[in-house]
């Protein structure tokens, strides 16, 4: 007599989260598990929902600025435009066209932060540290950047309704002496901070390829990164567009759809830069996407600074009932003091109507709907975050993978739980 | 209005006749209601016809109108609005569905449509108490678990109902009614357009 000695083996459940260091910020997720093979994946969100768009209802138009910047806290500028050019749209108004060069070049300058966080992170994940510190070598000038034309490293509120809070500056920021460091050390820290903030950018984008190139050598033709990332969360286009996939989750099953080509905005029409597009729809196709676009995003950088450097202009739109005057008009003009405080007190009002604009964000569609009832705050503010369809298409992506793929995974859809949560 | 918009707005007229409700055009951008009748049906075809074509889902959202009565529609408290994306045409739409009864406020499900209706639904349905139905997995999704309450709707007060703190008597977490006032700094005012914007 034989006796079957093979347990009845039952799918079990496992708890991944929120607490790990490769599910970038709180993210729960339930794992159905069949051994190591990933059956359902049910992800719990709202670890981190502040409700924004409650918060929003509740404060002038220009208070919830700095609210956007903390949504998707590693792309801060690109947030704001959204919810700006939304309000720009409301209003009517026309943004000068210096502000929406400085526009541009911030946003691209985000989307490389960006893009440069999420190859750190995700390289971190898939078990390379090295491009992780090597991205916050370059993440660091990118944020003296920020500092030098905002005043804050990260959450800059710089864009306003209208155009942007200030030029850019002349000189940047320096190193002070210290006991702890030579002298000679600190003039190399400053060398390419000696000019304005618009050299020390170029200098950067001088400088940025090869970095990037050096990325590229470091994981393209890895065997390792290769193994766990090629025909891994693989998405087929017809999917990834029903799925509400945007951005490079959307370029790199090969849709070539990108706001700034297809309704452009700004002045992206008048910018030369190509899409990159992925074949296959795995990981590996969407890092090599993200990789060409921080070349791309740099190549617009450079096309910014050149027209950036012949035109001096305004950079924030003169009409008072939306943009505050400046100090020395408030000081001798009656009208404009009256402006400024009703701005600052009461803000703007827009005109009852209902507006949604998108912009291309380092992560997809970035887009905010406002309804106004003509008060001075809106009357609902919708985010459309990019990457919640994108989470929400885990369970799909990772139907039949291992769980170490999971991870790579969660690494290629670049989440970040400002957004997602709101 | 431009070229395409026009054409757009034709085609919509000329297809769904009477089932729209209402149609208008605002800053480039087309609104169209539907009835909650055959709702489905109309955005599958929305979907589906190559005229049309909007294969994504770009955002879903609920809104709560309790403030803010629209008479061209009924002055209904709870509405859904679709954003609809066409790749091939380049066109976005705006569609939106009001529900019958402001008590108990019941859409359709569009997961069948669209798959990432889903997580939006349960958003909606979280945040300010829409029911789908036949959505298959109705749950709560960014609030807390065990939550009490649509928080987005306007008679949920910004501060919340509850707040949390831990007990060292009873040694855990507990929840009691919240102990501070709303604060609002600037009051909501509505002026006359036109008047004054600023």
Redesign the interface.
């Known amino acids: 007599m034989r006796v079957s000695i093979v347990a009845e083996i039952k799918n079990y459940t496992m708890n991944f989260g929120p607490q790990h260091p490769a599910a970038h910020g709180v993210l729960r997720l339930v794992l159905e598990m069949d051994g190591e093979v990933i059956q359902r994946v049910d992800p719990h ?2 670890l981190l ?1 502040r ?1 924004t ?3 929003a ?4 138009y220009l ?1 919830s600025v700095p609210y956007m910047d903390r949504l998707d806290y590693v792309s801060m500028m690109m947030n704001e435009h959204a919810y700006v050019m939304t309000i720009e ?4 108004i026309k943004v000068p066209i210096r502000a929406q060069y400085i526009r541009v070049l911030f946003d691209e300058i985000t989307r490389i932060l960006n893009h440069l966080l999420w190859l750190g992170a995700h390289a971190l994940d898939v078990g390379a540290m090295t491009v992780f510190l090597y991205a916050f070598r370059e993440r660091e000038d990118l944020f003296d950047c920020y500092e030098a034309v905002s005043g804050a490293r990260m959450h800059a509120a710089y864009y306003r309704p209208g155009g942007v809070y200030r030029d850019l500056p002349s000189t940047m920021p320096q190193f002070q002496p210290s006991k702890k460091q030579r002298s000679s050390e600190i003039n190399k820290l400053n060398k390419n901070r000696s000019g304005s903030l618009l050299d020390f950018i170029e200098d950067f984008a001088k400088r940025f390829p090869t970095y990037v190139d050096e990325y590229e050598t470091l994981l393209t033709d890895n065997r390792i990164w290769k193994q766990r990332t090629v025909g891994i969360g693989v998405v087929d286009p ?1 999917r990834a ?4 996939m ?1 951005g490079p989750m959307l370029r790199g099953s090969g ?1 070539e ?1 990108d706001l700034r080509k ?2 452009p905005y700004e002045t992206y029409s008048e910018l030369d830069f190509k899409i990159p597009v992925g074949k296959e729809g795995d990981c590996y196709d969407r890092y090599l996407v993200r990789m060409e676009e921080m070349r791309e995003s740099n190549k617009i950088i450079k096309q910014c600074i050149e027209w950036l450097r012949e035109n001096p202009g305004p950079v924030i739109s003169n009409d ?3 943009t505050p005057p400046s100090r020395s008009e408030m000081k001798e003009d009656m009208e404009s003091m009256i ?1 400024h405080f ?2 600052f ?5 827009i ?6 604009a ?1 912009v291309e964000h380092p992560k997809g ?1 970035f ?1 905010t ?1 406002i ?1 106004s ?5 809106p ?2 503010l ?1 985010i ?1 975050a990019p990457g ?2 994108h989470l ?2 885990i369970n799909e992506m990772t139907k039949g993978h291992m769980l170490s793929d999971l991870v790579a995974i969660i690494g290629t859809q670049d989440i970040v739980f400002g957004e997602i ?2 | 209005m431009n070229q395409s918009i026009k054409k757009q707005i034709q085609s919509l007229k000329s297809f769904f006749k009477k089932k729209l409700l209402s149609i208008n055009e605002d800053k480039g951008e087309i609104t169209i209601t539907f009835d909650q009748e055959n709702i489905i049906e109309s955005l599958r075809i929305l979907r589906d016809r190559p005229e049309f074509d909007f294969k994504q889902l770009i955002d879903l959202c609920g809104v709560d109108y309790q403030d803010y009565k629209i008479a061209a529609h009924d002055e209904k408290r709870f509405c859904v609005v679709y954003h609809l994306l066409s790749l091939k045409n380049n066109q976005r739409l705006r569609v939106k569905v009001f529900a019958e009864d402001d008590e108990f406020p019941i859409f359709q499900t569009m997961t069948e449509v669209w798959p990432n209706a889903d997580w939006y639904e349960r958003e909606a349905f979280d945040l300010f108490g829409l029911m789908f139905i036949d959505h298959p997995d109705l749950r709560r999704l960014l609030t807390d678990y065990g939550f009490v309450g649509h928080p987005f709707r306007k008679d949920f007060p910004m501060i919340g109902k509850v707040e949390v703190r831990y007990d060292p008597t009873l040694k855990r977490v507990i929840y009691e009614p919240v102990s501070i006032d709303e604060r609002n700094n600037v009051p909501r005012l509505i002026r006359d357009e036109g008047i004054h914007r600023g």
């Open positions: 969100i709202g929902h409700a768009e409650k918060l209802e509740n404060r002038t208070q749209k409301l209003l009517q017809d567009v029903a799925l509400g945007t849709v759809w297809k309704q008072n009932k939306v402006h009703k701005l007190t009461e803000g703007f009002h005109p009852k109507g209902e507006a949604y998108a569609e887009g709907y309804i009832d003509g008060a001075n705050k009357y609902r919708k459309r919640f369809p929400a298409a949560d709101r």
